[in-house]
Nanobody, 122 residues
Framework: QVELVESGGGLVEAGGSLRLSCAAS????????MGWFRQTPGQQREVVAV????????LYGNSVKGRFIISRDNAENTVYLQMNSLKPEDTAIYYC???????????????WGQGTQVTVSS
């Protein structure tokens, strides 16, 4: 496992943009997939976007397709989430995750960040 630290959350008006960053504490020993998940009170954690070690074939949750873009910089051990055209329903705690398998299933990810709050006002 590695330590993951998210940053970039905050308050934004509907239609605005935010960029989240997630830095890993050390270079992983394997080819880790990384992803972003989000959760609101009383709801299950849902996938936002995941990306493979090579950066190919990002997968997105249906609710963010066409608005969010995930990318990674392996040299910097960092994954990013560019969020555009934000909606009030995007309000949640966003978590960064890393794991050996490229999948949208949150249970497959072994390392998690502490989460960063994103609030979108209407």
């Amino acid at each position: 496992q590695v330590e993951l630290v998210e940053s970039g959350g905050g308050l934004v008006e509907a239609g605005g943009s935010l960029r989240l960053s997630c830095a890993a504490s050390e270079r992983t020993s394997g080819t880790y997939a990384m992803g972003w998940f989000r959760q609101t009170p009383g709801q299950q954690r849902e996938v936002v976007a995941v990306i493979s070690w090579t950066g190919t074939g990002p997968l997105y949750g249906n609710s963010v397709k066409g608005r969010f873009i995930i990318s990674r910089d392996n040299a910097e051990n960092t994954v990013y989430l560019q969020m555009n055209s934000l909606k009030p329903e995007d309000t949640a705690i966003y978590y960064c995750a890393a794991g050996p398998k490229f999948t949208t299933a949150s249970g497959a990810y072994e390392s998690w960040g502490q989460g960063t709050q994103v609030t979108v006002s209407s």
